[in-house]
């Protein structure tokens, strides 16, 4: 997959569009009632396959909202779900992408958890608002492009765990 653009009939802004282009390294999120957003890959970084924007290095990352540059700060990804976090902050408030099952992240305000995604890193991102989220327009854009550009979900450090030690008996 190079492009894939996926329209989306969001439950509280409408029609939007997630575009996300592996081969560049960028998701561009746009519709009528949310910001713009765009997040993209330095030109020249090397791309990994497990990360739909091809990096988790947020110097080599670039987040816009409606052409202004906004601070995205994504972890390492290791062994906890935790580690899988994107962080975002923008006009006095942060966000935050953090798995908490193993298909889906939960996306944070301020503390506030605002709704639960799903995205395999194909572009499509499947979103359940929570009805006392207080969602705003860019908390959507931002959810939607976070989680098409880094995925969602992880396993947990224990099943890990077990994993690994099951590999290793005979």
């Known amino acids: 997959m190079t492009v894939a653009e996926n329209l989306v009939e969001d439950s509280l802004f409408?029609?939007?569009?997630?575009?996300?282009?592996?081969?560049?390294?960028?998701?561009?999120?746009?519709?009528?009632?949310?910001?713009?957003?765009v997040l993209s890959r330095a030109a020249g970084t090397g791309a990994k396959?497990?990360?739909?924007?091809?990096t988790r290095d947020g110097g080599?990352?670039?987040l816009t909202v409606d052409g202004t540059e906004v601070?995205?700060?994504?972890?390492?990804?290791?062994?906890?779900?935790?580690?899988?976090?994107?962080d975002v902050r923008h006009a006095g408030h942060r966000w935050r992408l953090v798995p908490?099952?193993?298909?889906?992240?939960r996306l944070l305000r301020d503390g506030r958890r605002l709704g639960d995604?799903?995205?395999?890193?194909?572009?499509?991102?499947?979103?359940?608002?929570?009805?006392d989220g207080k969602v705003d327009a860019l908390d959507a854009a931002l959810g939607y492009?976070?989680?098409?550009?880094?995925?969602?979900?992880?396993?947990?450090?224990?099943?890990?765990?077990?994993?690994?030690?099951?590999?290793?008996?005979?």
Request: glycine share 12%; charged share 20%; hydrophobic share 40%.
């Open 60 to 62: 080599r990352l670039t």
């Open 49 to 54: 396959a497990h990360i739909p924007v091809g």
């Open 14 to 37: 409408g029609p939007l569009t997630v575009r996300l282009d592996t081969e560049r390294g960028e998701v561009t999120v746009e519709g009528a009632a949310i910001p713009r957003i």
């Open 71 to 86: 601070s995205v700060t994504p972890a390492k990804g290791r062994l906890t779900r935790r580690s899988y976090r994107v």
């Open 145 to 170: 492009a976070l989680a098409a550009a880094f995925g969602t979900g992880a396993q947990s450090a224990w099943t890990l765990v077990i994993d690994v030690i099951g590999d290793l008996l005979p």
């Open 117 to 131: 995604l799903t995205s395999e890193g194909d572009g499509r991102v499947l979103v359940e608002w929570r009805p």
């Open 100 to 105: 908490d099952s193993v298909p889906g992240s």
